[in-house]
C-alpha cells in the first residue's frame, strides 16, 4: 500500500545552517504531496504542498521538488531560524486520508 | 474565518472512565477527520466523516471508540473505558468537499492515569 518515509531525527543544526530532510514516498499514480509542520504544542500546520511531478513548492523560504523518478519530495531550505525548530511531516493522500511519515524533529540552536 | 476548534485542549481520565473530545470544524466545511498521534509518532488516521453520515473507518479500534458528527452541532469523538494506551493527541483535520489539503486543529492531548 501507499507508505511515506522520512529520515529519522532529531537533526541538529546551528542557525544560517543549511537543511535537508529527505521524503521518500510509495504510492499508486502521482498524488499531491505535502509537507507540513508541527511546533511544540500546537496542531499540523501544512507548510507547502507540490500537485504534480516536477512542481516546486515553497513558503516561508522553505522548497521541496516532486521528483517522480525518485519518489522524493526532500525538504530544504538554505539558512534555517531557531524559530524554525519544529517536527516535520512528510504526507500524501490515500482516497479520503492522509498517510503521514513518522515525522522529522528539527532543533536549532543560536 | 476562524479555524479548527477542538476541546478541551488537555484532558485527564482515570482508567475506564469515558473521554468525549469534540471538533468545530472551518466554517464551510462538511468534511472531517480525526487523527491519534501517539508519544514519537507520526499521526494514524481513525474516521473520517461527513454531516450525519461515517465515510470511512478504516482507522478506528473496533472497541470502546465511536465517531460521529451530527447535522446540527460539533464533530465527536468518543472513547469509552478508556485505558492507559489510549494516552495521546487527538487531531481533527477539516476539509471543504473532500479536497485532499486538510486543516488540522489545535488537537486534544487525553492522559489516562
Known amino acids: 500500500g501507499d507508505s511515506v518515509t522520512q529520515m529519522e531525527g532529531p537533526v541538529t543544526l546551528s542557525e544560517e545552517a543549511f537543511l535537508t530532510i529527505n521524503c521518500t514516498y510509495t504510492?499508486?499514480?502521482?498524488?499531491?504531496l505535502f509537507w507540513y509542520v508541527q511546533y511544540p504544542g500546537e496542531g499540523l500546520q501544512l507548510l507547502l504542498k507540490a500537485t504534480k511531478a516536477d512542481d516546486k513548492g515553497s513558503n516561508k523560504g522553505f522548497e521541496a521538488t516532486y521528483r517522480k523518478e525518485t519518489t522524493s519530495f526532500h525538504l530544504e531550505k538554505g539558512s534555517v531560524q531557531v524559530s524554525d525548530s519544529a517536527v516535520y511531516f512528510c504526507a500524501l493522500p490515500n482516497t479520503d486520508k492522509l498517510i503521514f511519515g513518522t515525522g522529522t524533529r528539527l532543533q536549532v540552536f543560536p | 474565518n476562524a479555524g479548527v476548534m477542538q476541546n478541551p485542549r488537555h484532558l485527564v481520565r482515570r482508567r475506564g472512565q469515558e473521554a468525549r473530545l469534540r471538533c468545530s470544524p472551518m466554517?464551510?466545511?462538511?468534511?472531517v477527520y480525526w487523527y491519534r498521534q501517539l508519544p514519537e509518532e507520526g499521526l494514524k488516521f481513525m474516521v473520517y466523516l461527513q454531516k450525519e453520515n461515517i465515510i470511512d473507518e478504516s482507522g478506528m479500534p473496533k472497541e470502546r471508540f465511536s465517531a460521529e458528527f451530527p447535522k446540527e452541532g460539533p464533530s465527536i469523538l468518543r472513547i469509552q473505558q478508556v485505558v492507559r494506551g489510549d494516552s495521546a493527541a487527538y487531531f481533527c483535520a477539516s476539509s471543504p468537499r473532500g479536497y485532499n489539503e486538510q486543516f488540522f486543529g489545535p488537537g486534544t492531548r487525553l492522559t489516562v492515569l
Open positions: 466554517k464551510g466545511h462538511s468534511h
Open positions: 504510492a499508486t499514480g502521482y498524488p499531491s
